[in-house]
């Protein structure tokens, strides 16, 4: 017997007249879930959410150990592990949640760890006491440390990492013995007195609470995750909206110029997303050539075309459970742009040269430089794709719409290439601060950065100069580079050739040929304005 053979249908035992039902051999109880999410919130409000907690952990903790206890003998399992595992799949099969366990993941292992969806502890407290300041599936982690404890014969600690209760995609429980976990203050629940004690302590961790609530209303300024800066109100949006579309599972656009960071906003949906444990895969749709691109994408089997010597399974595979995001969405072939729209409809992929499908369970998010809309007028992309992947657009701006990013951009720029490379360089004179401000940066946060590795690396002294900066920087004047603002010859020739350059999908040669000149003159010229080719 395994934990996944475990069946409700099996595992319910009841007489249809009611009067006792039994759950795995054991005596069980059906109550409704407003009635718990009432007395819940009775709890917190007459013993104050610390001793609410600890009664509700405890509770929980009891009904894992004795679950543990009785399903040791209930099955014929096939080994310890999958009494072990029994736990999760028992307490989903409760009612609890839905449970799923997480594989490798990065960084130092817990010694248990799971997803939790659909919690109903999360569910009711929404309903009954509305967001909270920390997690709340009291109950369930209650259960996972005393089933655990029970099993392994020793002080198991399960908390939440992360909980829907708080405003996260999905719940992340992770157990370690108690002795691993130090001093947490998060083990006080754990405590047999910690009753007694934490009724002392209402006043005081309602005090906390209270800071804690405070700390977390809407962070302006530096409301930085991921590497993202969202100073000006422009990129403050495009983060709204991304945390927003983190909890939900749509499809998402993102149009932007080149360089603007659509990649770090699709990992910044991605890491706020229930797939956050998840892989995230990315492909520059545009870098891949039209022949690899299908078997890049869905895979292949061996012997499909020359030079495929084995089964290999493609990035949406890749991506199971996660996030895929299609980089240079406009770029994409059309043959290919209907086999994708198959995949998102279907949700399975067929890889080349084999004739059976594969489901696959990926977010898929997509990101353009084009506008689409224009393509889809142009009759160059489809129009049933167009909608498709457009479920949610989010518009990231470029920098020089965003003119406040620019200096904490740049210093936080200045802080990482100097702990790379160990240049002892520490920031920006106000000069080169000042300059940079007075640049349009039409290759926008990649061009930024390019020019600022550039400068640290140069720099002479501990802190970048004018003089360190490339040279249409160092003289750029104010206003320039800016829409509507008067220009030099060089910024219109530079605004040109970039704008041909992006019209001809990043094609260098087409570009030189469009603009009269030779390809070697072109790469001179996008070398002066440091745009480079885009990773990957
Ligand atoms: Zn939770």
């Excluded at 310890?80 to 799923?100: K, S, T």
């Excluded at 013995?177 to 961790?205: K, M, N």
């Excluded at 949906?269 to 050539?289: E, I, Q, T």
Aim: charged share 30%.
């Amino acid at each position: 017997m395994r934990a996944e053979d475990l069946d409700l249908r099996e595992l319910l035992d009841f007489e249809p007249g009611g009067g006792t039902i039994r759950f795995a051999g054991e005596r069980a109880l059906i109550l409704d879930v407003v009635a718990f999410g009432l007395l819940r919130r009775e709890l917190v409000e007459s013993l104050g959410p610390t001793a609410a907690r600890v009664v509700l952990t405890r509770f929980g903790y009891a009904h894992g150990w004795r679950t543990a206890e009785a399903l040791r003998s209930a099955f014929p399992w096939d080994d310890e592990r999958e009494w072990h595992r029994a736990g999760g799949r028992l307490h989903q099969l409760q009612g609890m949640l839905v449970y799923e366990p997480v594989g490798a993941v990065e960084g130092p292992r817990p010694f248990a760890q799971a997803l939790w969806k659909e919690s109903v502890e999360a569910e009711a407290h929404l309903a009954h006491l509305g967001l909270s300041s920390e997690p709340v599936c009291w109950m369930s982690c209650g259960f996972a440390s005393g089933y655990l404890g029970y099993c392994h014969g020793r002080a198991i600690c399960c908390v939440e990492e992360r909980c829907r209760g708080r405003g996260d995609a999905v719940c992340v429980m992770a157990g370690r013995p108690r002795e691993e976990w130090g001093d947490d203050p998060r083990l006080v629940y754990f405590e047999p007195d910690a009753l007694d004690r934490s009724l002392r302590q209402v006043t005081a961790a309602l005090r906390r609470a209270d800071r804690k609530l405070a700390a977390r209303r809407p962070r302006s300024g530096q409301a930085d995750d991921g590497g993202l800066v969202a100073e000006s109100a422009a990129m403050r949006h495009a983060l709204d909206l991304a945390r927003r579309v983190a909890l939900v599972d749509s499809t998402v656009l993102l149009a932007g110029e080149s360089g603007s960071g659509k990649e770090a906003l699709a990992r910044f949906v991605h890491a706020g997303s229930a797939r956050a444990l998840r892989p995230f895969v990315a492909v520059n749709c545009a870098a891949v050539p039209e022949t690899l691109l299908e078997s890049e994408l869905f895979g292949h089997a061996r012997g499909a075309f020359t030079g495929a010597t084995q089964d290999r399974a493609g990035l949406f595979e890749a991506a199971s459970g996660g996030t895929l995001l299609l980089d240079e969405i406009g770029d994409l072939p059309t043959a290919m742009q209907a086999k994708l729209l198959r995949v998102l409809q279907e949700r399975e992929v067929r890889r080349v040269g084999e004739n059976r499908v594969r489901a696959v369970d990926v977010r898929v998010l997509a990101a353009t430089h084009r506008d689409l809309a224009a393509e889809v007028a142009a009759g160059r992309f489809r129009q049933d794709l167009y909608y498709r992947l457009r479920v949610i657009e989010i518009r990231v701006p470029p920098l020089r719409e965003r003119r406040e990013d620019v200096l904490p951009l740049a210093r936080r720029h200045v802080a990482l290439v100097a702990a790379r490379t160990g240049c002892p360089v520490t920031g920006l004179t106000p000069a080169a601060a000042d300059q940079l401000q007075r640049w349009g940066w039409p290759g926008n946060v990649r061009e930024l950065q390019n020019v600022i590795e550039r400068a640290v690396v140069l720099a002479r002294g501990r802190r970048v100069d004018v003089e360190d900066l490339p040279e249409e920087v160092r003289i750029a004047q104010p206003g320039r580079g800016s829409p509507g603002a008067p220009r030099t010859l060089a910024d219109v020739e530079r605004a040109h050739v970039l704008a041909v350059l992006r019209g001809v999908g990043g094609n260098r040669e087409r570009a030189a040929a469009e603009l009269g000149i030779g390809s070697a003159t072109l790469y001179r010229k996008l070398k002066e304005y440091g745009v480079t080719r885009p990773r990957r």
